[in-house]
């Protein structure tokens, strides 16, 4: 080990599991599953709608507007009822099926995602995952993905009582590790929710550009690949 990292945080969602793929696999079985054909232009313009909301309401639910079930229900019936089908019940049959079918059919991690985790643990790094996604999905993931196997704790934001990047959530964290910041390193894709906040904290840092963002202005160790993260750990 360089430096004094013992223990290296991965953001789980873009960055060890590849979200974009797995979620594009079950999307299209929405799209026929549900005859979504029907009420959208193409299968490209139904997803953009989708986004747009997904993005919206996650924003919400991370400064307390709206509960998780509103989020996970309303990034479907939005679409829904903006293209004339206004029914909260078949948007949350959409909804379960979606989380569930995400985390059983592809489970497809990012490029060099085991062998990087696996080389960290036979290096003797501790490894764990912080994430503010859903607990009754982010652990299956975990799991039916092969990632689980290198991985000593899960910190999910919602049995945390806080959400990445807020100091009581690496405060939760520290405390069930039993580690001082500066023994600490994340890895993540999103510079609001795994670099500012971490580096705030006194976490070493490591931006995985995995979805092509611009990283200006951050003030952090960058990584194209997870592999890279061999080389400077």
């Not at 990292?5 to 873009?14: A, S, T």
Request: proline fraction near 2%.
């Amino acid at each position: 080990m360089k430096d004094n990292i013992r223990h290296i945080l991965w953001d789980l969602d873009h960055t060890l599991w590849d979200f974009t793929a797995n979620s594009d696999a079950t999307m299209r079985v929405v799209w026929e599953k549900y005859a979504l054909y029907e009420l959208f232009c193409s299968y490209e313009d139904f997803i953009r709608i989708y986004d747009m909301h997904n993005s919206i309401l996650w924003n919400q639910y991370g400064i307390g507007m709206i509960s998780k079930e509103q989020l996970k229900v309303a990034r479907f019936w939005r679409p829904l009822e903006g293209a004339g089908v206004n029914d909260w019940k078949l948007s949350k049959e959409i909804s379960d099926f979606y989380l569930d079918d995400t985390t059983t059919r592809l489970n497809k991690t990012l490029p060099g995602a085991l062998e990087t985790l696996a080389e960290l643990q036979n290096r003797g790094y501790h490894q764990h995952i912080v994430t503010n996604g859903f607990k009754e999905v982010q652990y299956k993931k975990t799991h039916n993905s092969g990632i689980g196997k290198y991985i000593e704790n899960i910190f999910i934001s919602e049995e945390v009582g806080a959400m990445k990047p807020r100091k009581a959530f690496f405060d939760a964290v520290m405390s069930k590790i039993n580690a001082h910041p500066s023994e600490c390193a994340i890895v993540g894709d999103s510079p609001d929710n795994d670099i500012v906040g971490a580096q705030e904290y006194g976490i070493r840092t490591f931006f995985y550009n995995s979805r092509n963002c611009l990283a200006e202005g951050m003030n952090t160790e960058t990584i194209d690949s997870l592999g890279d993260l061999l080389n400077v750990l």
